[in-house]
């Protein structure tokens, strides 16, 4: 089993920057795959990125890409997500998940991680 603590939240305007940190508690991190999702107010969960047990390979969502960046320091248990160039409807509380997983391949549907921190607010003014 794994616990999950967010941090790195916050209030930002509009091209700011944040960056996201999630720990995790419990053995053998390197064994999950980890995601970071968001939902809005109103509106579905959704992916915003995805990262294999070794890093090797990643997922961002389309609304996301060539702004998030995903990674991971499995010698420090923890996942990051750098947020760059935020725009209002980035604001959600972010999740951070995991998955234990037998291979390299990352997963974009929640319903694959068992596991999920409580959140972690982001909020972008305009």
């Known amino acids: 089993q794994v616990q999950l603590v967010e941090s790195g939240g916050g209030l930002v305007q509009a091209g700011g920057s944040l960056r996201l940190s999630c720990a995790a508690s419990?053995?053998?991190?390197?064994?999950?795959?980890m995601g970071w999702f968001r939902q809005a107010p109103g509106k579905e969960r959704e992916i915003v990125a995805a990262?294999?047990?070794?890093?090797?390979?990643?997922y961002y969502g389309d609304s996301v890409k060539g702004r998030f960046t995903i990674s991971r320091d499995n010698a420090k248990n923890t996942v990051y997500l750098q947020m760059n160039s935020l725009k209002p409807e980035d604001t959600a509380v972010y999740y951070c998940?995991?998955?234990?997983?037998?291979?390299?391949?990352?997963?974009?549907?929640?319903?694959?991680?068992?596991?999920w921190g409580q959140g972690t607010q982001v909020t972008v003014s305009s």
């Open positions: 998940a995991a998955r234990l997983s037998g291979g390299g391949g990352v997963k974009v549907d929640g319903i694959e991680y068992r596991y």
């Open positions: 419990g053995r053998m991190f390197s064994n999950y795959a």
């Open positions: 990262i294999s047990r070794s890093g090797g390979s990643t």
